[in-house]
């Protein structure tokens, strides 16, 4: 190796530094090997590579054993990320149809409630009418028809009812399933190790979905609370319109015993009279 110095005062740095790096090049020893191949150490190269490719096969015979034990601990679902996310579609498919149906259900139960309120509103009306007709003999009202117009209206709001019995076991039976449902999600949510968006999605569709029927409930019982008032109203005007009938009943009773009582006394009296005048006639002569 050759370095090349400068005397010159402006090259000092440089010159320092290339013999410090000479001074170190020097110590340097090379040790010259022929290269040897031989045929024992090949072999030994192939038994190691041999054994590896063992071990990696019995690696993944392993793996293969664990995947297919934690298949069945999940109870037979494959979680691979394409069907984890068709089995996440299969139940919102399936929620979205459930949920439908259980709010088609529930509103045609409100909407029966509301024609049983108006049933019972039209017989209250023909009650009064036939009250009416009782009461004051009015000739107006037709006592035979309003009867019939009553037994037709008592048949309707019992078929009404009947009907909403039917619908709400229908509704009961569909509410059972709520907890397939639910088995699902928490299947799911134990897979769910990488906070999948469409199973986050698939919660927030269940979870408004009850939220949803929920009010649809709440609806049907205010309207439920509704019309037992309102009954609970005309029980109560009814009740009060007959005592009120009943002392004007009473009140004519009296009326007409006073009556009586005045025109029996009037007609003692005027016999009295005439007796007093008799007498008086009778003493002239």
């Known amino acids: 190796m050759i370095s090349t110095i400068s005397p010159y005062l402006f090259s000092k740095d440089e010159t320092i530094n290339t013999l410090l790096?000479?001074?170190?090049?020097k110590n340097i020893q090379t040790i010259v090997k022929k290269n040897k191949t031989m045929r024992y150490q090949i072999n030994k190269y192939d038994e190691i590579?041999?054994?590896?490719?063992n071990e990696l096969e019995n690696l993944r015979h392993n793996l293969s054993i664990k995947k297919y034990n934690q298949h069945l601990l999940r109870g037979g679902i494959d979680y691979s990320k394409n069907n984890f996310n068709s089995k996440i579609d299969k139940i919102r498919r399936e929620i979205i149809t459930h949920f439908n149906d259980e709010i088609k259900i529930k509103n045609e139960i409100i909407d029966i409630q509301k024609n049983i309120d108006m049933l019972i509103e039209k017989y209250h009306e023909k009650e009064f009418l036939l009250s009416k007709c009782l009461n004051y003999n009015n000739n107006m009202f037709n006592e035979k028809i309003i009867r019939y117009d009553l037994n037709k209206i008592n048949e309707q709001i019992n078929f009404q009812k009947?009907?909403?019995?039917?619908?709400e076991n229908f509704y009961n039976e569909l509410m059972k399933k709520r907890e397939y449902f639910k088995n699902e999600i928490?299947?799911?949510?134990?897979?769910?190790?990488n906070?999948?968006?469409n199973f986050n999605n698939l919660q927030y569709l269940y979870y408004s979905f009850v939220f949803e029927v929920k009010k649809i409930e709440n609806e049907f019982q205010n309207l439920v609370d509704q019309s037992k008032i309102k009954h609970e109203f005309n029980?109560?005007?009814?009740?009060?319109?007959?005592?009120?009938?009943?002392?004007?009943?009473?009140n004519d009773i009296r009326k007409k015993k006073i009556f009586n009582i005045n025109k029996s006394f009037n007609f003692l009296l005027l016999f009295k009279i005439m007796t007093i005048l008799i007498q008086i006639i009778f003493s002239f002569q």
């Open 49 to 53: 590579i041999s054994n590896l490719n």
């Open 21 to 25: 790096f000479a001074n170190r090049a």
């Open 162 to 167: 009947q009907l909403i019995i039917n619908k």
């Open 235 to 250: 029980n109560k005007k009814n009740e009060i319109e007959n005592k009120h009938k009943k002392f004007e009943s009473e």
């Open 186 to 193: 928490n299947k799911i949510s134990i897979n769910n190790t």
């Open 195 to 197: 906070n999948n968006n």
